[in-house]
């Protein structure tokens, strides 16, 4: 890609210990890892969507404390993806931990998709995908169920949260012009009002 980019996006993975978040981040066929100041590992991953050059930082919380990553870690982030594992209950059942966290940490207007990792057998599994998809339904958050032993909707997952992003974006830049131009006519009038009011 060229160094012109029409998007960058902060992306981060959160999920209990034990759940194979760093393994979905390595997914994202990253091109380079890099390392913070606070010791955690991002992938960047460079997609091209409408024609539209997108950067994704995907920044892997595996060695942070569950539900205690330092606040300064969610700032300017995108999208978040909170994982559990299917085989795992309790791993599903701290979901609303983590989105407690990320309430308190995020802006409301941050992308959020729930991610059910797939044992190596269905026989092992302990949350079903009604039960993830009316709780993600409820909680108005996206759903995915993926293997990533044989990588299934993996690529899917990361359009959809960059597509996702990136129609947030220009949402809030719509916004921020329509309000700018309030703001500019509010002025303008008020100026007309003064005028008039020395030519009485």
Excluded at 13 to 21: E, L, M
Excluded at 22 to 41: F, I, Q, R
Aim: net charge negative; charged share 30%.
């Amino acid at each position: 890609m060229s160094k012109h980019l029409d998007h960058l996006f902060k992306v981060i993975v959160v999920g209990d210990s034990g759940v194979p978040k760093t393994k979905l981040v390595h997914l994202a066929d990253s091109t380079t890892t890099e390392t913070t100041k606070v010791g955690c590992d991002f992938t960047i991953r460079n997609l091209v969507i409408d024609g539209e050059k997108i950067k994704l930082q995907i920044w892997d919380t595996a060695e942070m404390h569950p539900f205690k990553i330092v606040s300064t870690y969610y700032r300017g982030t995108s999208g978040i993806i909170i994982m559990y594992e299917v085989c795992d209950k309790t791993t599903f059942t701290n979901i609303p931990n983590w989105l407690y966290e990320i309430n308190q940490n995020c802006d409301s207007s941050v992308i959020k998709i729930l991610v059910g990792a797939e044992g190596p057998s269905e026989e092992q599994r302990l949350v079903r995908t009604e039960e993830a998809e009316s709780f993600a339904e409820e909680m108005n958050l996206k759903f995915y169920e993926t293997s990533l032993q044989e990588k299934t909707d993996v690529e899917d997952l990361f359009m959809t949260l960059a597509k996702d992003m990136v129609r947030k974006r220009k949402i809030q830049i719509e916004e921020a012009e329509l309000q700018l131009q309030v703001e500019f006519d509010t002025v303008q009038l008020g100026a007309t009002e003064k005028r008039k009011k020395k030519c009485i």
